[in-house]
């Protein structure tokens, strides 16, 4: 995953077999907690979240909430930050780098996750989190395991 590309790419040993837009933290890398950055280094996929739930599905704090997004249900909480479709839920794997004390990825809760299909990618607006296309974000879901190697740069 690079932040600077703005792009995932998916890998089958060493052949790229996909790649999608991306949108990480507006506030650039970095690993601290609370600093609203997207964790760079190596990661793997610790929980994925959703596997079943229809396309837009709404997630707060990691459960469907019974919701589907919708055009309307965005413009009634427009300063929400929408978790959508699949979580895939990230833990560091670098010590003190991304994982334990002030930089653990885990606890500060970042996640490969589906957005609203309105919001831009290839440009960085989330909060910390890798935000996806409700279709790329399923579909990468769909293809890789828990424990999967994530590796941000």
Not at 50 to 61: L, W
């Amino acid at each position: 995953m690079s932040i600077a590309q703005q792009q995932l790419v998916l890998y089958r040993g060493h052949e790229a077999v996909e790649s999608a837009a991306v949108s990480t933290a507006l506030q650039g890398p970095g690993e601290l907690n609370g600093s609203g950055c997207t964790p760079r280094g190596r990661h793997r996929i610790r929980l994925k979240i959703g596997v079943g739930c229809p396309t837009g599905a709404v997630f707060r704090g990691r459960r469907w909430t019974g919701e589907v997004y919708s055009a309307a249900l965005g413009a009634a909480a427009p300063e929400r930050d929408w978790i959508l479709s699949r979580i895939l839920w990230l833990t560091g794997c670098e010590s003190g780098r991304n994982r334990g004390g002030m930089v653990d990825t885990l606890s500060r809760y970042i996640y490969i996750h589906g957005c609203p299909d309105s919001e831009p990618m290839g440009v960085p607006r989330s909060h910390g989190c890798i935000r996806m296309r409700n279709a790329d974000v399923i579909r990468l879901c769909d293809c890789v395991p828990v424990g999967c190697p994530v590796l941000i740069d």
